[in-house]
């Protein structure tokens, strides 16, 4: 498959047909038993750690830690990303905003509802600025107005020229 710049591309399919497994190949986390691929122009097999570097990610579980406030996760994965103080605390306000997460940054994160860990989550994918967002299920479980929030969000960033993967078996 072949997805262009700056669009939204939907794997859609059952629960249990192989979308979180492609995945996980695509975003070199696991090893493919056959074939090739590139991502943004990188080999699966020779290139992996040079993929993680050039994409978000964002599981269809919440993988954050809970004990931690919303402020100190985004502060964990900038110094993770290995970003400058100074560019870490610029975007991180900026996506802040933009996933409205306002007057929330000292709360634990394991007390936000879903649909908040879900923005939480997408602001720790976004802090690198990457080309390439991936998202495995990332409003499975969430309300039906979380959902809405979340695909604005999603449309505002392709619009702004970064690419989007997101598996769903919503359709």
Known sequence: MTIPKGSIFGFLGPNGSGKSTTIRMLCGVLT????????????????AETIKQHIGYM????????ELSVSENLDFYAGIYGLAKSH?????AEL????????????RSGVLSGGWKQRLALACALLHNPELLILDEPTAGVDPVSRRIFWQIIRSLATGGTTILVSTHYN
Do not use: W
Not at 59 to 66: I, T
Not at 88 to 92: E, G, I, L, P, Q
Not at 96 to 107: A, D, M, S, V, Y
């Open 59 to 66: 599981s269809q579980k919440f993988s954050l830690y809970e």
């Open 32 to 47: 493919p038993t056959s074939g090739t691929g590139t991502v943004l122009g990188f080999d699966l097999l020779a290139e």
């Open 88 to 92: 870490a605390k610029r975007h991180k």
């Open 96 to 107: 802040i905003e933009l996933t409205g997460l306002g007057g929330k940054e000292k709360q």
